[in-house]
C-alpha cells in the first residue's frame, strides 16, 4: 500500500524542466514575431516579469489545470504591483497575463491566443515594452504537459533598444538600431518620466561623447568603432520637455560570425522584424535600400505685374504701378495720341474726362468701364510676355 502511494506522488510529480530553456527562448521568439510582423515594438525580458510568471506556471502545474484568459488585466495588475514592478505615479499601470497548456510545446500558443479577442488585446499591446515568459512541466495522465504563462508590462523611463534584430554577434560594424517609443504615457509625467521621444543620440560610452542628437525614428542607423569584441550601445532619448531616458544593448563584433550584417540605407525605411533572440532566427532581416528620387521642378509662370488704379479728384486716368513722382506726372499729362499698333502694344490711357461733363450714372459706369479695359489690357500684356 505504501508502495503504491509512492509510486502515485512520483508519477504526479512535477516533471524536471530540461530544455527549459531553449524551450524558453524560442517561445519568446514567437512573441516577438507576432508582434513585429504587426508594426509593433519587440519585448525585452525582465527578471522581475519572470519570477511573476514563473510562479503562475508552477501553480498551474502543481493543480493540473491552466487559468482563463482574464478579460481585464486587473489580476495581473495586482501582481506586478505586489512584486513592486514600477508604474506611474498617477496610478497608470500597463499589465496583462496569458496562460496556456500543451503537451507538444508553445507551438500553437500564438495562434491560440490570436484567436481570442481578449488574448490578442494583451499579447498585440502597443503600450508593452517587457515581458516574462516561463513553463512549468507535471505529468498527468495523458503524459507530460507543459504550462506557459507570459507576463507583459511596461514601467516609466524604460525604453528598450535592439541591435540586428537582438542579434549576440555580427560581423559587420554597421548596425541597425530599433528603437521604442513612449506609447504608454506620451505625456509623459512630473519631471523625470519621459513622455513623447522627439530626438534621440548614439554612442559607444554612456557619458555621450561627441554624439549628435537627430531626431526620432524607429530604425537608425549606427557604425560600431572597427575593434572586434563586446560593443554596448547606448541610446540617450529626449521629449519635448527635455526629459530624458538611457537605454543599452550589446552585440559581439567578430569577423568571423555568420550572422549576416544589417546596414541601414538613409531615409526612411519600413521597421524591419526586430527582438528576436537569436536562437530563433534564421538571417537577420535585411533592410532594403530606398531609392532617392529628385522631385521635378516647374518653371514660374510668367504674371503680369499687379495693376492699381488711381483716380485724381478731376481726372479718370489708369496708371500702373509706378513710383508717386510718376504716377502724378502722368495724371497731369494730356491724354496722348492713339498710338500706332506695334507689335507689342501697350495700352493707352483713356482720355482726361472732367467729373462735371457726367451726370452721376454715367460717371459710376465709365469708371466700371474702365476698370474692365484695364484688366484685359493687362492680360494681353502678360499673354504676349509668355509667348515671347
Do not use: C
Amino acid at each position: 500500500m505504501l508502495f503504491a502511494l509512492a509510486l502515485t506522488v512520483l508519477l504526479w510529480a512535477p516533471a524536471p524542466a530540461r530544455g527549459q530553456g531553449d524551450d524558453r527562448l524560442n517561445a519568446a521568439a514567437a512573441v516577438n514575431r507576432a508582434r513585429t510582423q504587426r508594426g509593433l515594438g519587440a519585448l525585452l525580458s525582465s527578471p522581475v516579469l519572470e519570477q511573476i510568471a514563473q510562479r503562475k506556471a508552477d501553480e498551474m502545474a502543481a493543480r493540473r489545470s491552466v487559468d482563463a484568459i482574464p478579460a481585464d488585466g486587473g489580476a495581473a495588475t495586482a501582481l506586478l504591483a505586489a512584486a513592486g514592478y514600477p508604474g506611474w505615479r498617477s496610478g497608470l499601470r500597463v499589465a496583462g497575463m496569458l496562460t496556456y497548456a500543451s503537451a507538444s510545446g508553445f507551438a500553437d500558443a500564438i495562434p491560440y491566443f490570436l484567436d481570442s479577442d481578449d488574448a490578442q488585446r494583451i499579447l498585440l499591446d502597443r503600450r508593452a515594452r517587457e515581458m516574462g515568459l516561463a513553463v512549468a512541466f507535471a505529468n498527468g495522465p495523458g503524459g507530460l504537459t507543459a504550462y506557459w504563462a507570459l507576463v507583459v508590462g511596461a514601467q516609466p523611463n524604460v525604453l528598450p533598444i535592439f541591435l540586428n534584430d537582438g542579434a549576440s554577434a555580427t560581423r559587420d560594424p554597421r548596425l541597425a538600431v530599433a528603437l521604442t517609443q513612449e506609447d504608454a504615457a506620451p505625456d509623459g509625467e512630473g519631471a523625470t518620466a519621459i513622455g513623447h521621444v522627439v530626438d534621440v543620440r548614439l554612442a559607444e560610452t554612456p557619458t555621450f561623447d561627441g554624439a549628435v542628437w537627430q531626431p526620432f525614428e524607429r530604425l537608425l542607423a549606427f557604425t560600431l568603432s572597427s575593434m572586434a569584441g563586446t560593443h554596448t550601445v547606448y541610446a540617450q532619448l529626449r521629449d519635448g520637455a527635455g526629459r530624458v531616458a538611457i537605454s543599452a544593448a550589446s552585440i559581439n563584433l567578430d569577423p568571423r560570425s555568420e550572422d549576416p550584417a544589417q546596414p541601414v540605407p538613409p531615409g526612411p525605411t519600413a521597421v524591419p522584424q526586430i527582438g528576436l533572440p537569436v536562437a530563433a532566427r534564421g538571417t537577420a532581416t535585411q533592410v532594403p535600400a530606398t531609392p532617392s528620387v529628385a522631385a521635378p521642378t516647374r518653371e514660374p509662370e510668367a504674371t503680369a505685374a499687379p495693376m492699381v488704379i488711381t483716380l485724381s479728384p478731376g481726372s479718370l486716368v489708369a496708371t500702373p504701378n509706378l513710383p508717386p513722382a510718376e504716377a502724378a506726372a502722368a495724371r497731369r499729362a494730356p491724354a496722348p495720341p492713339t498710338p500706332t499698333p506695334t507689335p507689342a502694344p501697350t495700352p493707352r490711357p483713356p482720355p482726361v474726362i472732367r467729373a462735371g461733363d457726367l451726370d452721376p450714372g454715367a460717371l459710376a459706369g465709365l469708371i466700371g468701364l474702365q476698370a474692365v479695359v484695364v484688366g484685359l489690357a493687362a492680360r494681353r500684356i502678360a499673354r504676349m510676355q509668355r509667348s515671347s
